[in-house]
């Protein structure tokens, strides 16, 4: 993830279905070039208690994305009393991008979550291609997050099942891709709600993958 919109590099973001729910993580750098800006920028954000996003590219593009699909979510449920669908979600922020496809808004983004069609995954490129996922990670960390994932992932996994998958993916990314790294996110959404694990279940998590 870049602080400015010369570059889109850097990042790793993930996104798993599982059978109950899906897993979303990301890290937390935010670089200009070779130089580190931040080192505890949000990636991960919620959209509303059943769906959630994960951004990569130009930092300001991207929130500005962020912005515009919570207001969109929150105007779907006062106006139609439920929560927008996850493709709905999905198609609205690829059909943003692709307006914009000749000024070009440097944002790759997953869209996640789970409605009455069940758990699931979009991803979506900054020219608004938009696919539907089982697995998928994005940024310049994914060649090395894909290792973990693709020997990892089991499609009908429980999430809780999947979770040490994901946090190990992350962990890979963040040591190997220079421009990801310094912490990370993980959140779970599931037909309970929106729900980021604490830093206590993190290490938990970390340390299980080490064991």
């Known amino acids: 993830m870049t602080s400015y919109p010369g570059l ?12 109950d729910g899906v897993v979303l993580s990301t890290d937390t750098r935010a670089t200009m070039g070779y130089f580190v800006a ?29 912005d515009i699909l919570s207001a969109y979510a929150n105007m779907y449920r006062l106006t139609y009393g439920r929560p927008m669908p996850v493709s709905a979600a999905a198609r609205l922020v690829a059909n943003i991008l692709f307006e914009n496809r000749r000024s070009s808004l440097l944002v790759s983004t997953i869209i996640a979550g789970v409605d009455d069609e069940g758990p699931r995954i979009f991803q979506i490129d900054p020219f608004g291609s938009l ?11 994914s060649p090395i997050a894909y290792g973990v994932l693709e020997d990892g992932y089991r499609e009908g996994a429980s999430v809780k099942e999947m979770l040490p998958v994901v946090v190990e993916a992350i962990s890979s990314a963040m040591k190997r891709d220079v421009a990801s790294g310094d912490d990370f996110d993980v959140a779970v959404i599931t037909r ?20």
């Open 8 to 19: 889109l590099k850097g990042t790793t973001t993930i996104g798993v279905v599982c059978r």
């Open 38 to 66: 931040h080192k505890k920028a949000k990636k991960l954000y919620k959209i509303d208690e059943h769906l959630a996003m994960t951004i990569a590219g130009a930092v300001a593009d991207a929130q500005r994305v962020v």
């Open 131 to 141: 696919t539907e996922e089982k697995c998928v990670s994005t940024g310049s960390g």
């Open 192 to 211: 309970e709600g929106f729900r980021e694990l604490t830093r206590e279940e993190k290490d938990a998590l970390l340390k299980r993958g080490r064991d």
